[in-house]
């Protein structure tokens, strides 16, 4: 059986504010708790008016609080721009505060010139990424490590468990990273929906090295899902989806996520078309019964242990559906 888990971006309809949004992500989350699923995931997304996520640390502690059982995790934090102390002790925080829950998931992007400069103003030196991923295991553990420059240092509270560490990836580097230092991994399925994904799980999985984290290989592919009760009410959703998705391919920032009816209305330029064409490849669109059996044949082909599905559906009543016909698919 394949373990499924969700990515919310908390997306803001058409007609909605941040605050509605963040409200709606929350009663999701809650929903996704008591259907089944295994982790519920927020993103780091900076300058997206469409989106209500930019700090998932925050809105992390928010919904493991409003939640019981089901893990809550960010995908991901972005390391170039933050203290890997830092970082360790606010998922320190959270891991106290709710033992056994959290999930830490970590990326490699620099979310754009001008956000990259924003939030690295005045640094004058940077780490690099397998860098900062050392220290945050260090810290996150105590692992003792003398010939480190901060091996006196301890990121607080000390507390006996820690949270698992996902690297999030598309290309070879990370996947190395993620082999030599024992994290699990997460493929974004809907950025390269190819061969070489494949190639770079089994890559990662022949190299990986047990850490205190994870003592086996553990991969995860996140997938855009568009689920209806019927696929002709699946690909009006896609409809919004692609609209929004081919705004921000034309560096475009929507504000908000388009409503089936302005999608309807919506006629795209041969540039555009071309752009949504190679979209869609990314995207599982239909009824429950289809996206279950494509997420199957996904997870065969990549061979990974978990799901994450992406619900980019246009209406909270919507994405609450489509989680519900899911998990009725799959028997959760």
Do not use: C
Not at 118 to 143: F, G, H, M, P, W
Not at 208 to 221: G, L, Y
Not at 302 to 312: G, K, L, N, R, W
């Amino acid at each position: 059986m394949v373990t499924l888990n969700i990515l919310d971006y908390a997306l803001i309809d058409e007609g909605a504010n941040a605050s509605e949004a963040l409200k709606q992500t929350t009663e999701l989350a809650q929903l996704a708790d008591k259907l089944g699923y295994k982790r519920f995931l927020v993103p780091e997304q900076h300058q997206a008016l469409s989106i209500a996520s930019s700090a998932p640390e925050m809105l992390m502690m928010h919904l493991a609080t409003s939640t019981t059982t089901i893990r809550i995790g960010a995908a991901g934090v972005m390391l170039p721009h933050y203290s890997p102390y830092k970082i360790a002790e606010t998922f320190r925080m959270l891991e106290a505060v709710h033992p056994g829950r959290i999930d830490l998931g970590i990326g490699n992007s620099s979310g754009g010139r001008l956000v990259n400069h924003a939030l690295n103003e005045e640094k004058d030196e940077r780490l690099s990424y397998e860098q900062q991923v050392i220290d945050i295991q260090k810290y996150l553990t105590d692992a003792p490590d003398s010939e480190h420059r901060f091996h006196q240092l301890v990121a607080t509270p000390v507390i006996q468990t820690f949270p698992e560490i996902w690297m999030l990836g598309s290309g070879g580097k990370s996947t190395k990273i993620a082999a030599e230092h024992g994290t699990a991994y997460t493929y974004a399925h809907f950025f390269k929906p190819s061969e070489v994904g494949r190639e770079i799980i089994s890559t990662y999985r022949k190299n990986f090295k047990p850490s205190s984290f994870h003592d086996k290989p553990t991969v995860s592919i996140a997938v855009f899902t568009i689920i209806g009760e019927t696929k002709e009410e699946a690909e009006a959703f896609a409809g919004a989806f692609e609209l929004w998705m081919a705004s921000l391919e034309t560096a475009k920032n929507p504000p908000y996520f388009p409503s089936v009816q302005t999608a309807q209305k919506r006629r795209y330029s041969s540039f555009e078309k071309q752009k949504i064409d190679q979209i869609r490849k990314g995207v599982i669109v239909g009824n429950a019964h289809y996206v279950k059996e494509e997420i199957i044949k996904l997870a065969e082909f990549y061979q990974a242990d978990e799901v994450t599905i992406v619900p980019h559906l246009p209406g909270a009543a919507n994405r609450r559906k489509a989680i519900q016909l899911l998990a009725k698919a799959f028997g959760l």
